[in-house]
């Protein structure tokens, strides 16, 4: 379909995972949106399969989480093993976490997860344009000019740009932004395929010795074998299933029959962090601002709440021009730490299991067998994992939004999401404005806010928001908690409550 010279609020290119949460965010806030992907069509094979408790409650505000979860499989244990022998059996998922309506994460291929946001676009009035690629844009003093090419080449003329075009980010390089990091030494391989054996298909299992390591995710219909094979050479031969056959047999204690393979690949792993998530009107979300290793199956998700933090920031900014700036550089101040984060420890946890060197091979026959039960018996550590890999632990404690408050949630921190009257109130959060959640005293009305009332507090409630009376909390649209207080001067003099919309 030929396509006008267009003018919109935000040009996103890029409909992945993460540019599709964030045309969500945009659509719902009523903020007009240009949407591009150079692909023609869905790819048929799933490069993310893991859909993290947080990502889940963001997909619960888009309406969208009850849908998905019958379609995969939430498997709430982790199983690890050494030198074929089980040597940790973690139930990460076997605590109800304090505030949140889910209790495992879901193992699901990356296109159901696309598909639930397409829909959900659709249904907001709106759709992603396919083949359709960035060929070039430059800022100007009140916008971005892009140059765009489908079936005809068009301009758009754009009051921001978001980059959620992956590793290879043409928005990225338009604007020059370096994107730090190396590549991995190691090459890997992964298929999916059937397993017929006498294991349950509840846990994710890891299996390693000196020489390397093999991860297992059970998908609903299938599942994912992930298995290093020695440094990377561009003339490395492709995978075989008699390959993964060969690492089965040599990691794995059990006896099964591995068969119908339907995607066999091979990949090369880099780790890298763009030096700039916001620049002037130029950001980068997702794969566009950071790589990493597939440990822990944050990739996606992190790029999920990248759009999920920046898009009612973005809405903000377009209805209020002159808090912008404050709102923009936050996307950057709270998200590059996260990312730089997430770094280092998949960087740390990849060399552990992956690394070729003498100090990692001798780590994972000697230290692993003892060090690991160990750690998984010490509640500390055990809980401090489940938060890190959940995502409900990533907080924005110290940023420019944050206002007055202590004790537990404290501003920064995500807010608990429990039902009022029937309902999520995650999900009754507004899309743009704060909502300020007023507990036992009257509701806090004020335009400049959504008001939610709860009048009669259970003990339930009191232990999950840390409180013996009465109290309100100002809540951002992405269910962070800006303030907290005892009554309306805290909040009037939070920092986001000044940078209302008008």
């Not at 003892?370 to 018996?377: E, I, K, Q, V, Y």
Request: charged share 25%; aromatic share 8%.
């Amino acid at each position: 379909m030929l396509v006008e010279n267009t003018r919109t609020d935000v040009l996103i290119v890029g409909a992945g995972p993460t540019g599709l949460t964030l045309a969500c965010s945009l659509a719902r806030a009523g903020v007009g949106f240009h949407l591009i992907d150079k692909i023609t069509e869905r790819s048929p094979y799933s490069r993310a399969l893991v859909v993290q408790l947080r990502s889940l409650e963001i997909f619960n505000q888009l309406g969208i989480a009850d849908g998905l979860l019958p379609q995969g499989n939430q498997a709430g244990n982790a199983k690890l093993f050494v030198k074929r022998k089980l040597k940790v059996e973690l139930p990460i998922f076997d605590v109800a976490y304090k505030g949140c309506r889910f209790d495992k994460a879901l193992f699901i291929e990356q296109g159901r997860t696309e598909h639930a946001l397409d829909e959900c676009l659709a249904a907001l009035g709106s759709k992603a344009h396919f083949g359709h690629e960035l060929l070039s844009f430059e800022e100007t003093a009140d916008g971005v000019t892009a140059r765009c090419r489908g079936e005809n080449e068009y301009s758009v003329e754009a009051t921001y740009i978001v980059g959620c075009d992956g590793a290879h980010s043409a928005v990225r390089h338009g604007k020059g932004i370096a994107f730090e990091g190396a590549a991995y030494a190691q090459d890997f391989m992964l298929v999916d395929l059937d397993i017929e054996w006498d294991q349950p298909r509840d846990a994710f299992m890891a299996f390693q010795d000196r020489d390397g390591f093999m991860a297992l995710f059970p998908m609903k219909d299938r599942s994912r074998l992930i298995a290093a094979r020695g440094r990377y050479r561009e003339d490395a031969p492709e995978p075989t299933l008699d390959d993964f056959r060969e690492v089965f047999q040599r990691l794995v204690p059990y006896e099964a029959e591995l068969s119908n393979p339907v995607w066999l690949a091979r990949f090369h792993l880099h780790h890298r962090i763009a030096e700039r998530f916001r620049s002037g009107r130029v950001m980068l979300a997702g794969d566009a601002a950071h790589i990493h290793s597939p440990v822990g199956g944050q990739g996606m998700n992190t790029g999920i709440q990248d759009a999920w933090n920046l898009g009612w920031k973005l809405a903000w900014a377009l209805k209020s021009p002159a808090t912008a700036e404050t709102l923009l550089e936050s996307y950057h101040e709270e998200r590059h730490p996260v990312g730089e984060s997430l770094l280092r420890t998949t960087d740390a946890a990849f060399n552990f299991v992956a690394g070729q060197g003498w100090f990692a091979k001798t780590a994972r026959s000697w230290f692993a067998p003892w060090a690991l039960p160990l750690g998984a018996s010490l509640p500390p550590i055990r809980n401090r994992a489940r938060y890190l890999v959940t995502e409900l632990g990533i907080s924005y404690h110290g940023s420019s939004l944050c206002g007055p408050g202590g004790g537990h949630p404290r501003p920064g921190d995500r807010m608990p999401d429990f039902e009022i009257d029937g309902e999520s109130l995650h999900a009754m959060l507004d899309p743009v404005r704060p909502t300020v959640l007023c507990v036992g005293d009257l509701p806090a009305e004020s335009s400049d806010w959504k008001s939610i009332h709860l009048a009669e507090p259970t003990a339930h409630h009191r232990d999950l928001l840390g409180i013996k009376d009465g109290c309100y909390f100002l809540i951002r649209p992405d269910a962070h908690l800006a303030a907290r207080g005892g009554g309306n001067p805290e909040i009037e003099a939070a920092p986001l409550t000044k940078l209302a919309p008008t």
